[in-house]
């Protein structure tokens, strides 16, 4: 599981625990977006219907995962 792999790697970099959650809550916030509005053909509005938040919210998380 790619969850289990990553928190493996980061252990093992000696990771801090808060960072290492950052990271795989930023990774997890990529894939859902970039999943979800793709699934609904790049529509922002109906990706964000469909994950359950708020447009404003949703375009957020988005903007937040590009800039990363």
Request: net charge positive; no cysteine.
């Given at each position: 599981n790619?969850?289990?792999e990553l928190g493996r790697a980061l252990v093992g970099a000696r990771v801090p625990f808060a960072i290492?959650?950052?990271r795989a809550i930023e990774d997890f916030?990529?894939?859902y977006t970039e999943a979800v509005l793709a699934s609904h053909?790049?529509?922002?509005t109906r990706?964000?219907?469909?994950?359950?938040?708020a447009l404003r919210y949703?375009?957020?998380?988005?903007?937040?995962?590009?800039?990363?």
């Open positions: 790619g969850m289990a290492a959650k950052r916030e990529r894939a053909g790049g529509n922002v990706a964000a219907e469909a994950s359950g938040l949703f375009q957020v998380v988005k903007a937040r995962t590009r800039d990363r």
